[in-house]
């Protein structure tokens, strides 16, 4: 059609609708359309825009970042190593900036939000203009926590399809047997002489043994020195033990005869004259008593697995551009 | 749909039924105390349960890659690894090599028994699938039920992400919000992993992604409820208040699994009446929740900590007194950032020689950050002793004390490593508002220190237990070390005592443990005596520990409107004779391996209010800058001689700060009342 038949067809459209004549509405119309449109271009990334661009003194950065933090020089390896990850968080910061994360989340906005009051304190602007300005100034990419959070925010939502079947479980349950298996335990009676009260504690010790095994109705209650921990101990783990008592104590407890006296087994305290009253076998674990534990645990370990495998494809979809010149370094 | 609605009811229906934790928990042993608040004698107990308490060691100050802004150094160590490393497993910590792997590792030699992660509240936001009216995942059922029943639906997502055992069918009451007019299902009565969170369970995984509810996940994972009872978690968070850097910081602390859905922070709730406000009602009792908050650094906190009025500069009423004495049984007097017990420069504590302890020389975070700009010298109202005596003169204004504080240690560690604290040369530095991890220096900036510990006498190792002994103040806290200490105040404790059978029967029967009030005094009663008995830390393999050197009493009072205090020495290893060797940090002294003593105080005015703790104190020993000094070459020789060689992450090594340390343990107090008094 040609501009004759548009300007009829806009003197139609006029003549239906008289009050589109107004300029009032045109101006609305006008306005709206502006608005939109400047909303739409500034300071907005297109959505499908994904590169990541590194600059030559982002390298040097973290090269200096590597010298402060080891003292010395990084090897080739070590600073592509940082780059990569450096790489990284620019690609979780970027997929979370595309994403509209930056404007949605409670923390960056709280954080922007705070970093303007700060800077600006005497501004009259409300939330959304000072959050605007805030963005303006490139603030997300550059403040620490709104970037670190971000990252995270993104790291998190890349843990999908993270599942536990109950062989794997058992498996690490069973693999893991120090953390959730069941320790030996011990009972024991013991008689304390207190290296700090007696002279010859040593000699005393054997007396005292000597006589334990000699009569069989010793009166147990009044030998020895008062201990502040007491006289019974109930099974307890040799890790219980040896939180009173000291190593070497509780080595010679838990692998001491059962039922009679022995000693003097030494403390830190002075010495001591100790009968097993019962034992416990250390037990593999009970797997329906650790089952959600482990699962929470075992879930966690997967999630940084498939973290890193998530991260991989979503990297795989960026362009990354490194800088003009050749600084040895890959993407 | 209808489907969907089914297990929504089915998960209202098992929350709503069920009080007891472990049986949600999918097959738990039975422990003590997860239905009741004390743990009734019903319950089952854990293996070694005491009934006259024993005491547990643990962290309640922890910070993980959460606290995203102390996080200078790129931790990312998680609350999981953070538990892991308190139960003594070795964790991996920066700089990291090109592989990714970690160049240090850290461990405990001696496991904790007890840990809180307390990451900063303010940057935990909130899960945005089921808040965000943009996903489509909004108007889900199971997000209907997080918005309209937000305290169950950590439960909910939490059984749901790791896949229930199979379930049998429950009624659903008529009523139940959403989806009462769903048919019940299934005819072999059982229930598969609930559909409705995606494929893989991934929808509700992602509602539980956020950084508080991985803190309960953690808590969760760790949190021992079998009757081996080894190791307790407690869900906690860091209240970060701190107007123009000063520090009025509180770690609150839940007792139970049942926890507000976003914890209250400073963003909404400015001052620490409001946020216990807050918390009151959003942790209800009913609802199985409860909670307590713990201040630390009021070293740092440059007046305000113990200021005597509210956020509208009025005073104290005895109402605002008693929320906070409930709200807040115990403090922190020990932590990487320096004690809080008594300053040592200046004031009434200046007489007293061991508070010239790990002070730290400015009086907020700022530190030294700027060159003395918005900073000042400690200030004496900072710290503990002379809060509770404050709060001796408030308790005769207003008849309730505000600053009734029992004491515990922490470390404040912000690499995730909770428990780290004794003072050895691989002390990794606290991270945050520390030094960075560099190869060539000290690893943390000189007046900082690797923490200390939070022991609770408690019957049995459970979070019921332990947060009774909390609430009770059976707590003290040491410096890093493990001295084992009971405190006991009574007016008829025999003085033969220390010989007795059982001290702590005796204790508990005649008298009140730490942190108690002394009963009436009968009128026939002289002054109150008190028995303490300590047992020197035995050490470990890689925590070596020294022997006690003494033991004393401190009093504060009140004596016609004016605060006084004064340091009574109770028992001391005799033949003693300590001394460290500063080229090789040998110690030499034999000390005592044991202290017990029954004291009656001499000065006693039964008119007057007054408090009274015991402070244990070991033989010296090298403090960890030293050592590292020494591992790293640099001699008190070297800095003589050529101070120009050395390096500059060593320059602390060659100043006046102390090369050794007595470590302690400060025990909560025990309150005498005068009778008559309102």
Redesign the interface.
């Given at each position: 059609m040609d501009f004759t038949d548009l300007v009829q067809a806009c003197r139609k459209l006029v003549t239906i609708a008289p009050a589109l004549r107004s300029p009032l509405l045109h101006f609305i119309v006008l306005g709206g359309g502006l608005y939109l449109g400047v909303g739409m271009w500034s300071g907005e990334r297109a959505l499908d825009d994904r590169s990541v661009r590194v600059e030559a003194h982002d390298i040097a950065r973290l090269r200096a970042d590597?010298i402060?933090?080891?003292?010395?020089e990084p090897?080739a390896?070590?600073l592509?190593?940082?780059l990569s990850?450096h790489i990284d968080d620019e690609v979780l910061l970027q997929e979370a900036i595309r994403l509209g994360l930056d404007r949605?989340?409670?923390?960056v906005r709280?954080r922007l939000l705070r970093n303007m009051q700060f800077a600006f304190p005497e501004s009259r602007h409300d939330d959304a203009q000072r959050l605007a300005e805030a963005h303006a100034l490139g603030m997300v990419t550059r403040d620490?926590?709104v970037r670190?959070?971000l990252i995270?925010?993104m790291e998190?939502?890349l843990?999908?399809?993270?599942?536990?079947t109950d062989a794997e479980l058992r498996d690490y349950v069973a693999r893991h047997a120090e953390?959730y298996a069941?320790p030996a335990?011990r009972a024991f009676q013991h008689i304390f002489l207190?290296?700090?009260t007696h002279s010859g504690v040593s000699a005393d010790a054997e007396t005292l043994l000597a006589r334990l095994k000699a009569e069989a109705q010793s009166p147990v209650?009044?030998l020895g020195?008062?201990f502040?921990?007491?006289?019974e101990f109930?099974?307890?783990s040799g890790?219980?033990i040896?939180?009173?008592?000291?190593?070497r104590f509780a080595e010679e407890v838990m692998a001491g005869p059962e039922r009679d006296w022995f000693g003097p087994v030494a403390?830190?305290?002075?010495l001591h004259l100790v009968r097993i009253t019962s034992s416990e076998a250390a037990q593999a674990p009970?797997f329906?008593?650790?089952?959600?534990?482990a699962?929470?645990?075992l879930?966690?370990e997967r999630a940084a697995q498939v973290r890193r495998q998530m991260l991989a494809e979503l990297r795989s979809e960026y362009v990354i551009e490194l800088p003009d010149s050749p600084t040895g370094m890959q993407p | 749909m209808r489907f969907l609605a089914f297990g929504v009811a089915l998960l209202v229906v098992l929350t709503g039924c069920n009080d007891d934790n472990s049986q949600l928990?999918?097959?738990?042993?039975g422990t003590g105390g997860s239905g009741g608040a004390g743990g009734s004698a019903s319950a089952s107990h854990c293996?070694?349960?005491?009934a006259?308490r024993?005491p547990f060691?643990g962290d309640l100050h922890v910070h993980t890659?959460?606290s995203?802004?102390a996080?200078?150094?790129g931790t990312i160590v998680?609350p999981?690894d953070a538990y892991?490393f308190a139960?003594g497993?070795r964790l991996g910590i920066?700089?990291y090599?090109?592989?990714?792997e970690p160049?240090r590792f850290a461990q405990i030699a001696?496991?904790l028994d007890f840990a809180a992660v307390t990451d900063h509240a303010?940057?935990?936001?909130?899960t945005?699938i089921c808040t965000?009216p943009d996903y489509p995942e909004y108007n889900l059922p199971e997000c209907q039920f997080y918005r309209s029943q937000p305290e169950n639906s950590f439960v909910f997502f939490?059984l749901v992400?790791?896949?229930l055992p199979e379930l049998p069918q429950f009624p659903v009451p008529p009523g139940t919000p959403i989806v009462s007019d769903a048919p019940v299902i299934g005819s072999t009565g059982s229930i598969p992993r609930l559909p409705y969170c995606g494929i893989?369970?991934?929808r509700c995984?992602?509602a539980a992604?956020t950084p508080w509810r991985d803190h309960q996940?953690?808590a969760?994972?760790?949190?021992?409820e079998?009757d081996?009872c080894g190791f307790t978690t407690f869900v906690g968070y860091e209240y970060t208040l701190a107007p123009a850097s000063n520090n009025l910081h509180r770690n609150v602390i839940f007792r139970s699994a049942v926890v507000p859905e976003l914890p209250p922070a400073t963003?909404e709730y400015p001052r620490p009446e409001l946020l216990w406000a807050a918390l009151t009602e959003q942790c209800k009792s009913e609802d199985g929740c409860d909670y307590l908050t713990i201040p630390h650094n009021s070293n740092l906190s440059a007046g305000l900590m113990f200021e005597t009025k509210d956020r509208f500069g009025d005073d104290y009423t005895a109402e605002f007194a008693q929320s906070r004495q409930k709200n807040e049984p115990l403090a922190e007097i020990m932590q990487a950032k320096g004690q809080s017990e008594c300053l040592g420069t200046t004031g009434a504590s200046a007489a007293d020689e061991l508070c010239n302890f790990e002070i730290l020389p400015y009086n907020n975070l700022t530190g030294d950050r700027f060159n003395g700009l918005n900073t000042g010298p400690p200030m004496e109202g900072d710290f503990l002793r002379s809060a509770l005596k404050e709060g001796l003169v408030q308790e005769q204004k207003l008849g309730v004390n505000p600053f009734k504080y029992g004491f515990i240690g922490s470390s404040d560690t912000h690499i995730g490593a909770p428990g780290d604290v004794m003072e050895t040369a691989n002390f990794p530095g606290h991270g945050g508002a520390g030094a960075?991890?560099?190869?060539?220096g000290l690893t943390d900036v000189i007046e900082g220190n690797p923490g200390g510990l939070a022991v609770l006498w408690a019957e049995e190792n459970t979070r019921d237990s332990l947060f009774a002994a909390m609430r009770r103040r059976e707590a003290y806290g040491t410096s890093g070390t493990?001295p084992?200490v009971?405190f006991f105040g009574g007016w008829n404790l025999p003085l033969t005592q220390?010989?007795?059978?059982?001290?702590?029967a005796d204790g508990y029967v005649n008298g009140v443990p730490m942190g108690g009030d002394l009963p009436a005094r009968p009128s026939s009663a002289g002054a109150p005596r008190f028995a303490v008995?300590?047992?020197?830390d035995?050490?470990?393999?890689g925590d070596p520990a020294e022997?006690l050197q003494r033991i004393q009493i401190i009093k504060g009072w009140v004596e016609g409107g004016t605060k006084m205090e004064k340091v009574y020495d109770v028992a001391t290893a005799s033949n003693n004779n300590p001394a460290v060797n500063l080229a090789t940090c040998e110690t030499s002294g034999s000390g005592?391996?044991?202290l017990?003593t029954v004291w009656q105080d001499p000065d006693f005015d039964p008119a007057e209010s007054a408090f009274y703790y015991a402070r244990v104190v070991e033989n010296p020993g090298c403090r960890w800058s030293w050592k590292q000094c020494l591992a790293g070459g640099i001699t008190e020789q070297k800095c003589a001689d050529d101070p120009g060689s050395v390096p500059e992450?060593f320059a602390g090594c060659c100043s006046a700060f102390p090369k050794t340390i007595q470590e302690r343990a400060w025990t909560s107090p025990i309150w005498y009342k005068p009778a008559g008094s309102s």
């Open positions: 590597w402060r933090d080891t003292a010395r090897s390896a070590e592509q190593a940082s990850r949605r989340d409670p923390v709280d620490l926590v670190r959070r995270q925010v998190q939502r843990e999908v399809g993270i599942e536990t953390r069941l335990r207190s290296k700090d209650e009044r020195d008062s502040l921990m007491g006289r109930p099974l307890t890790e219980g040896e939180r009173i008592f000291g190593a403390s830190p305290y002075g009970d329906e008593t650790v089952r959600i534990r699962a929470y645990a879930r966690h | 928990s999918g097959g738990a042993g293996r070694n349960y005491n006259n024993q060691f890659k959460y995203l802004d996080n200078t150094q998680t999981h892991r139960q497993e920066q700089p090599n090109e592989a990714g160049l001696r496991p303010e940057l935990f936001g909130e945005e965000n939490n992400a790791v896949g893989n369970g991934e995984l992602e992604k996940l953690a969760a994972s760790f949190n021992d079998s081996n963003q960075s991890s560099s190869g060539e493990r084992i009971r220390c010989a007795s059978a059982d001290f702590a008995s300590a047992l020197r035995p050490g470990a393999a022997p005592a391996a044991s017990c992450g």
